[in-house]
């Protein structure tokens, strides 16, 4: 297998963080480090170099959209693939998402057991492969 992909996952639930970090990481095979806010996500981007980065939208002080236009603002970060983790998820936010510059939308509460594959998937079809 190619080396390890590096997911950066941005969630303010502990609950939600461990389930993922089951997915991602045991299921899935990837290295993962959970940020609790926007503010932690853009601390640590530039030193976990990032595959791609999982975004929750809705979070307490900086959202997932305020944390993802501060993202795209660091040079480091413009070409890294986005994918918002939200419950909102009609056709309209959707849409906002990717017009926004997200690669993708997954849906919460997602399946522990697919999710890693989510992931792979989208990472699969930004890289060509």
């Not at 095979?29 to 999982?54: H, M, R, T």
């Not at 056709?91 to 906002?96: A, G, S």
């Amino acid at each position: 297998m190619s080396e390890q992909k590096k997911v950066l996952y941005v969630e303010d639930e502990v609950d939600i963080q461990t389930i993922a970090r089951i997915a991602l990481e045991k299921i899935g095979g990837f290295k993962l480090a959970i940020c609790s806010s926007g503010q932690e996500a853009l601390d640590q981007v530039e030193d976990f170099n990032p595959d791609i980065i999982l975004l929750d939208v809705m979070m307490p002080e900086m959202d997932g959209l305020e944390t993802f236009q501060a993202l795209k603002k660091i040079p480091f970060c413009t070409k890294t693939p986005v994918v918002f983790m939200t419950a909102r998820v009609q056709t309209h936010e959707v849409k906002h998402y990717l017009e926004l510059g997200a690669i993708g939308v997954i849906a919460k509460p997602f399946s522990p057991l697919t999710l890693a594959d989510q992931v792979k998937e989208i990472l699969g079809a930004t890289t060509g492969g």
